[in-house]
């Protein structure tokens, strides 16, 4: 394994980390982005465990922080934040093709990484797959039926939530990181259309989402029996672990979890030219 | 003065290249530079945006600053568990060198925050660091080790973080999310630092009388900020540590150090 710290994009303001497989390299790339606010190394260092243990397996990987995140500068463009993240992720995916001779790539996000995720994983034809951690998801009747029903079952937590309402201003569900979800009828059309053009999406789940995702078969509620059951599209959810994995155990479940699938759905290395022969002529 | 600075440079340096560091030229010809010790663990990454902006505002007024990962840390090569306090040492004398090497400057300014601030001045010597800078330093290892491991206690039972307490040996050999190697453990319990005889600024911004006196008592100039800083806050964990106030307060040193 090999790490090169860059600068990089269209206005060289982007920073980031490739990890380069020492051999065997696979022609599918990974690119990992932002977790909120946190700087390219992820919650707890989760990224830079997640791009070397892949890297181990044959997969380059960059991680980098997006426009005005990290370490990484406004590029002096005047778009929509949108139109920013698919431009560095498409200067994320330039540097890889040049660096390992990636012809394909895996988005890799947690939270508002996952949705990022989403966005380039719609748009760009590059994308072959997408782990989304925590992304989007839905409250289905079943997620209400599993929410309130043992609430109402149960006399004493009845008495302890009216009393909790009397005392406290309502709060927002869930814990710090809520955001705005687009319309789920959208959601649900974009990723029809990624399943349409081939690509695998991981949706994993962790207990940190439990204010809006509360079971595996929420999927299915949300989205249709058609998407769940899709080949391109696997579902977890482990209701004990929290938002950002702060536990070492719970870090090396999840990657040992995302390298499997990545092995399982993108196992083929890259031709012997492309990565040396790319790296030569640029 | 501000001056528009030049982008900052990632690199990596040290043995085999395994420290990360990102350099913020200076001004030709500047005589002194600032090497920026990190934290260890969550502070590190709660501190990166404030260290980036520190570093800015520096390089914005001519001087040059180093912000770098010790082994095991951040950008930099190894694990987490890796994590040692003698290697953290050297890394800091090495990324000292680096910013000689980079800036041209011979006269060097350590600063850090927490276990940083601990880095810098256990390491003065060996790093031929001239001046320092410390911010709410760790300088009783015994009681930083403890209040760690009450932090990871409560971590077991926090509601806001997991549907339900986890078993104590999920939360065992760590402290608020990173793996915790014995000799790190031995290392810091045993960590009992004096102040140091160089031109020191003592920031505090959480109650410590008892060093406040013994920095003043060594000559040090002790600061106190207006907001205290959530250092040890369960509930703030993963939030960003933010003061323009302490941003302020070391460019204004570091240009006092200038002209000293």
């Given at each position: 394994?090999?790490?090169?710290?860059?600068?990089?994009?269209?206005?060289?303001?982007?920073?980031?980390?490739?990890?380069?497989?020492?051999?065997?390299?696979?022609?599918?790339?990974?690119?990992?982005?932002?977790?909120?606010?946190?700087?390219?190394?992820?919650?707890?260092?989760?990224?830079?465990?997640?791009?070397?243990?892949?890297?181990?397996?044959?997969?380059?990987?960059?991680?980098?922080?997006?426009?005005?995140?990290?370490?990484?500068?406004?590029?002096?463009?005047?778009?929509?934040?949108?139109?920013?993240?698919?431009?560095?992720?498409?200067?994320?995916?330039?540097?890889?093709?040049?660096?390992?001779?990636?012809?394909?790539?895996?988005?890799?996000?947690?939270?508002?990484?996952?949705?990022?995720?989403?966005?380039?994983?719609?748009?760009?034809?590059?994308?072959?797959?997408?782990?989304?951690?925590?992304?989007?998801?839905?409250?289905?009747?079943?997620?209400?039926l599993r929410h309130y029903l043992p609430r109402l079952l149960n006399p004493a937590r009845v008495v302890r939530h009216l009393a909790r309402r009397l005392r406290t201003a309502p709060a927002a569900a869930g814990s710090g990181f809520q955001v705005e979800f687009p319309p789920q009828a959208r959601v649900r059309d974009e990723l029809a259309v990624m399943l349409d053009r081939g690509l695998k999406l991981y949706f994993i789940y962790s207990g940190g989402s439990s204010w809006y995702f509360n079971h595996r078969r929420q999927f299915g509620e949300c989205y249709g029996r058609a998407l769940a059951t899709h080949p391109g599209v696997t579902v977890s959810f482990n209701k004990e672990v929290?938002?950002?994995?702060?536990?070492?155990?719970?870090?090396?479940?999840?990657?040992?979890?995302?390298?499997?699938?990545?092995?399982?759905?993108?196992?083929?290395?890259?031709?012997?030219?492309?990565?040396?022969?790319?790296?030569?002529?640029? | 003065?501000?001056?528009?600075?030049?982008?900052?440079?990632?690199?990596?340096?040290?043995?085999?290249?395994?420290?990360?560091?990102?350099?913020?030229?200076?001004?030709?010809?500047?005589?002194?530079?600032?090497?920026?010790?990190?934290?260890?663990?969550?502070?590190?990454?709660?501190?990166?945006?404030?260290?980036?902006?520190?570093?800015?505002?520096?390089?914005?007024?001519?001087?040059?600053?180093?912000?770098?990962?010790?082994?095991?840390?951040?950008?930099?090569?190894?694990?987490?568990?890796?994590?040692?306090?003698?290697?953290?040492?050297?890394?800091?004398?090495?990324?000292?060198?680096?910013?000689?090497?980079?800036?041209?400057?011979?006269?060097?300014?350590?600063?850090?925050?927490?276990?940083?601030?601990?880095?810098?001045?256990?390491?003065?010597?060996?790093?031929?660091?001239?001046?320092?800078?410390?911010?709410?330093?760790?300088?009783?290892?015994?009681?930083?080790?403890?209040?760690?491991?009450?932090?990871?206690?409560?971590?077991?039972?926090?509601?806001?973080?997991?549907?339900?307490?986890?078993?104590?040996?999920?939360?065992?050999?760590?402290?608020?999310?990173?793996?915790?190697?014995?000799?790190?453990?031995?290392?810091?319990?045993?960590?009992?630092?004096?102040?140091?005889?160089?031109?020191?600024?003592?920031?505090?911004?959480?109650?410590?009388?008892?060093?406040?006196?013994?920095?003043?008592?060594?000559?040090?100039?002790?600061?106190?900020?207006?907001?205290?800083?959530?250092?040890?806050?369960?509930?703030?964990?993963?939030?960003?540590?933010?003061?323009?106030?302490?941003?302020?307060?070391?460019?204004?040193?570091?240009?006092?150090?200038?002209?000293?």
């Amino acid at each position: 394994m090999h790490e090169q710290a860059t600068r990089f994009g269209r206005a060289n303001h982007l920073t980031g980390i490739t990890g380069l497989p020492t051999e065997d390299a696979r022609s599918t790339g990974v690119i990992i982005l932002n977790a909120g606010l946190v700087h390219r190394v992820g919650p707890f260092r989760l990224h830079v465990e997640m791009a070397r243990q892949l890297n181990a397996r044959g997969f380059p990987t960059l991680r980098f922080d997006l426009s005005t995140l990290g370490d990484s500068s406004a590029s002096g463009e005047s778009s929509s934040r949108e139109q920013q993240v698919r431009s560095d992720v498409a200067d994320a995916m330039a540097l890889l093709r040049k660096q390992a001779g990636c012809s394909r790539f895996v988005l890799i996000g947690l939270c508002s990484g996952a949705q990022n995720a989403h966005l380039v994983a719609h748009s760009s034809e590059a994308v072959a797959g997408a782990v989304f951690l925590d992304g989007y998801a839905y409250r289905s009747t079943g997620f209400k039926l599993r929410h309130y029903l043992p609430r109402l079952l149960n006399p004493a937590r009845v008495v302890r939530h009216l009393a909790r309402r009397l005392r406290t201003a309502p709060a927002a569900a869930g814990s710090g990181f809520q955001v705005e979800f687009p319309p789920q009828a959208r959601v649900r059309d974009e990723l029809a259309v990624m399943l349409d053009r081939g690509l695998k999406l991981y949706f994993i789940y962790s207990g940190g989402s439990s204010w809006y995702f509360n079971h595996r078969r929420q999927f299915g509620e949300c989205y249709g029996r058609a998407l769940a059951t899709h080949p391109g599209v696997t579902v977890s959810f482990n209701k004990e672990v929290d938002h950002t994995y702060i536990l070492v155990g719970d870090r090396r479940r999840l990657l040992d979890n995302i390298e499997s699938w990545l092995c399982t759905h993108f196992p083929q290395p890259a031709p012997a030219r492309d990565t040396r022969q790319a790296a030569a002529t640029t | 003065m501000t001056r528009r600075s030049e982008p900052d440079i990632p690199c990596h340096f040290g043995p085999h290249g395994g420290l990360f560091g990102l350099y913020h030229p200076g001004a030709l010809g500047a005589k002194t530079a600032v090497l920026l010790c990190p934290p260890l663990g969550q502070d590190l990454i709660r501190c990166h945006r404030l260290y980036r902006q520190l570093a800015h505002a520096l390089a914005g007024q001519g001087t040059a600053a180093l912000r770098f990962d010790y082994y095991g840390t951040g950008d930099s090569a190894g694990g987490s568990e890796e994590v040692e306090w003698l290697r953290c040492l050297e890394d800091v004398a090495t990324a000292a060198e680096q910013l000689r090497l980079r800036s041209g400057c011979e006269r060097i300014v350590g600063f850090g925050a927490r276990l940083g601030g601990s880095l810098a001045l256990a390491a003065v010597d060996s790093a031929r660091l001239d001046e320092l800078i410390l911010w709410d330093p760790v300088l009783d290892g015994a009681a930083h080790v403890a209040a760690l491991d009450a932090l990871q206690a409560a971590l077991r039972f926090d509601t806001d973080r997991f549907v339900a307490p986890r078993p104590a040996t999920a939360l065992a050999d760590q402290w608020q999310g990173f793996a915790v190697g014995i000799c790190l453990r031995q290392q810091l319990a045993e960590l009992c630092l004096d102040p140091p005889h160089r031109r020191t600024l003592l920031l505090q911004s959480v109650a410590a009388a008892a060093d406040r006196h013994r920095f003043a008592a060594a000559g040090a100039e002790v600061a106190t900020l207006s907001q205290p800083t959530p250092w040890n806050d369960l509930a703030r964990l993963e939030t960003a540590i933010q003061s323009h106030e302490l941003i302020e307060a070391v460019s204004r040193r570091v240009q006092e150090a200038l002209h000293a």
